[in-house]
C-alpha cells in the first residue's frame, strides 16, 4: 500500500538553526499538508499546498516558516530560526484531492535545544 | 475557527466490551469528519471517516455516528481486542479545497486483558 514518507525520522538542532524536514507524498496525490503535534497534546495544522502554492495556512504558520516541492516527489518544511518552542513532531500528510482522505507519513521528531 | 471538544480523555474498558469516544465540533458548515488512531511513535492512521450528507457508517467492528443538529459525531469500536490500544484523534473539516483538519484532543483507549 503506498504511504507517505519522511525523514529524517528524528532530527536534533541547536536554537536559531535553520532545518528543513523532508517528506515524499502517495505519487498520485495532489494536496499536500504539514501538521505538528507537540508531546501529549493535539494534532494542529500548519499548511496545506497545492498547485505549487500555499493554499491555507494556521496562525503558527509565520514567517519563519516555509514549504516548498522543489521536484516532482519531495515536499518540504523549512523552519529558518529554530525556536525552543519549534520542538515537536511534524506530520506531512497528502490528499488525492481536496475533499478527499488524508494520509499521514510516521513524523518527523524535532528537538530544538 | 473551527474548535473540536474529545471527551473522555482516557477510556480503559475490558477486552470484549465496546467502547465510545465523543466529539462535539463548533462550526456547522464543517462536513467531513475522520477518525485516526495513533500508535506510539507513529504517524495518525485513518480508520474511519463520514460526511455530512450521512447520519451513519460502519466497517467490521467499527463505527461512526453523526448528529449535525447537535453538532457530534461518535466513535463505536465493539468486541474491543488488545490491539485496539492506542489514542484516537477525531478531527473536522471545513469545506473542501484544501482546508487543514481541525483535531480533537484525543482519547486514549486502554483494553484490559
Known amino acids: 500500500e503506498p504511504e507517505v514518507t519522511q525523514t529524517p525520522s528524528h532530527q536534533v538542532t541547536q536554537m536559531g538553526q535553520e532545518v528543513i524536514l523532508r517528506c515524499v507524498p502517495i505519487?498520485?496525490?495532489?494536496?499536500f499538508y504539514w501538521y505538528r503535534q507537540i508531546l501529549g497534546q493535539k494534532v494542529e495544522f500548519l499548511v496545506s499546498?497545492?498547485?505549487?502554492?500555499?493554499?491555507?495556512k494556521s496562525e503558527i504558520f509565520d514567517d519563519q516558516f516555509s514549504v516548498e516541492r522543489p521536484d516532482g516527489s519531495n515536499f518540504t518544511l523549512k523552519i529558518r530560526s529554530t525556536k525552543l518552542e519549534d520542538s515537536a513532531m511534524y506530520f506531512c500528510?497528502?490528499?488525492?484531492?481536496?475533499?478527499?482522505?488524508?494520509?499521514f507519513g510516521s513524523g518527523t521528531q524535532l528537538s530544538v535545544l | 475557527g473551527e474548535n473540536v471538544e474529545q471527551h473522555p480523555s482516557t477510556l480503559s474498558v475490558q477486552e470484549g466490551d465496546s467502547a465510545v469516544i465523543k466529539c462535539t465540533y463548533s462550526?456547522?458548515?464543517?462536513?467531513?469528519f475522520p477518525w485516526y488512531k495513533q500508535e506510539l511513535g507513529k504517524g495518525p492512521q485513518l480508520i474511519i471517516d463520514?460526511?455530512?450528507?450521512?447520519g451513519e457508517k460502519k466497517d467490521q467492528r467499527i463505527a461512526v455516528t453523526l448528529n449535525k443538529t447537535a453538532k457530534h459525531f461518535s466513535l463505536h469500536i465493539t468486541e474491543t481486542q488488545p490491539e485496539d490500544s492506542a489514542v484516537y484523534f477525531c478531527?473536522?473539516?471545513?469545506?473542501?479545497?484544501?482546508?487543514?483538519?481541525?483535531f480533537g484532543k484525543g482519547t486514549h483507549l486502554i483494553i484490559q486483558p
Open positions: 500528510a497528502s490528499s488525492r484531492a481536496g475533499w478527499e482522505k488524508l494520509f
Open positions: 505519487s498520485n496525490h495532489l494536496y
Open positions: 499546498f497545492y498547485n505549487n502554492e500555499i493554499s491555507e
Open positions: 462550526d456547522s458548515a464543517s462536513n467531513y
Open positions: 463520514i460526511r455530512s450528507n450521512v
Open positions: 478531527a473536522a473539516r471545513l469545506g473542501g479545497g484544501a482546508d487543514g483538519l481541525t
